[in-house]
Nanobody, 119 residues
């Protein structure tokens, strides 16, 4: 059974920083892309940042220059460093990973972590 466990969310003032972490565990053969998405109530989940197994990254335009995604392949962990946070960054952030196990290849999601930015 694969699990993605997120940590690092919380409450921060505008202009502050937070670092999210997401660790994948279980009988994992390989992980391709890992990423972070966010979702506000009654809105669609949107991509924040994504990183491939070789380190290629892409970001939503709204976070370019402020957020940095990275990963530790040895620990099956992905990070999101969020700087210069704005109130509009307030959302539930979800970790996503494209994981291959003995059952095959599948997208997995974390449980979500709340990020709240106060003005």
């Amino acid at each position: 059974q694969v699990q993605l466990v997120e940590s690092g969310g919380g409450l921060v003032q505008a202009g502050g920083s937070l670092r999210l972490s997401c660790a994948a565990s279980g009988r994992i053969f390989s992980i391709k892309a890992m990423g972070w998405y966010r979702q506000a109530p009654e809105k669609q989940r949107e991509l924040v940042a994504r990183i491939t197994s070789t380190g290629d990254t892409n970001y939503a335009d709204s976070v370019k220059g402020r957020f940095t995604i990275s990963r530790d392949n040895a620990k099956n962990t992905v990070f999101l460093e969020m700087n210069s946070l704005k109130p509009e960054d307030t959302d539930v952030y979800y970790c996503n990973a494209d994981i291959t196990t003995w059952l095959g290849r599948k997208d997995y999601w974390g449980q979500g972590t709340q990020v709240t930015v106060s003005s």
